[in-house]
T-cell receptor
């Protein structure tokens, strides 16, 4: 069965600090996909990144970077030089290829507060 | 591109009312749509997977007679909360995935959600 664990319920940082959001997943599939989504206070979900299980290259997009480690089943997300606008709930999600319809399971989310 | 429109964005109604929520993919065809429910400060919980032209697949513990899903076309899925009660009050979010043209799992595109409040 698939499972996503985001152990950090809430994180509070001061603007310009770097922050890492942890994500650990469980799956029996060899082919799967990992995602990060952002949910600002307004409620909509914003897609940030997708990574498939065969691509362990780390990715950087502006102030965002992702570290995918299959050996530890982790897909951590780092925000560099955080800004107040980064305050939101961040969800890590997993989708298995063998599951009909590629349904996606979400972690519990990490609420990030960035103070000015 | 890949816009998903969800309507209405906010509903307040009396207990016992049935409420219909629409999810439309505006610029792409979606063979599969998903319906999620999110209680305050909690994660998104998958309720059901909606496939065009066939019956929806419900997750364990979700009452199919309570939450009716219809996916009549490649661009529209509806969720009807029948005889809604206060405990059904929640944030309902739909998502749609572009019809796959080959291998790969395309990311889901989410609607902006519907806040349902049952008095």
């Amino acid at each position: 069965a698939q499972k996503v664990t985001q152990a950090q319920t809430e994180i509070s940082v001061v603007e310009k600090e770097d922050v890492t959001l942890d994500c650990v997943y469980e799956t029996r599939d060899t082919t799967y996909y990992l995602f990060w989504y952002k949910q600002p206070p307004s409620g909509e979900l914003v897609f940030l990144i997708r990574r498939n299980s065969f691509d362990e290259q780390n990715e950087i997009s502006g102030r965002y970077s992702w570290n995918f480690q299959k050996s530890t089943s982790s897909f951590n997300f780092t925000i560099t030089a955080s800004q107040v606008v980064d305050s939101a709930v961040y969800f890590c999600a997993l989708s298995e290829s063998n599951t009909g319809g590629f349904k996606t399971i979400f972690g519990a989310g990490t609420r990030l507060f960035v103070k000015a | 591109g890949a816009v998903v429109s969800q309507h209405p964005s906010w509903v307040i109604c009396k207990s016992g009312t049935s409420v219909k929520i629409e999810c439309r993919s505006l610029d792409f065809q979606a063979t599969t749509m998903f319906w999620y429910r999110q209680f305050p400060k909690q994660s998104l919980m998958l309720m059901a997977t909606s496939n065009e032209g066939s019956k929806a697949t419900y997750e364990q513990g979700v009452e199919k007679d309570k939450f009716l899903i219809n996916h009549a076309s490649l661009t529209l899925s509806t969720l009807t909360v029948t005889s809604a009660h206060p405990e059904d009050s929640s944030f309902y979010i739909c998502s749609a995935r572009v019809a796959p043209r080959g291998l790969g799992n395309q990311p889901q595109h989410f609607g902006d959600g519907t806040r349902l409040s049952i008095l």
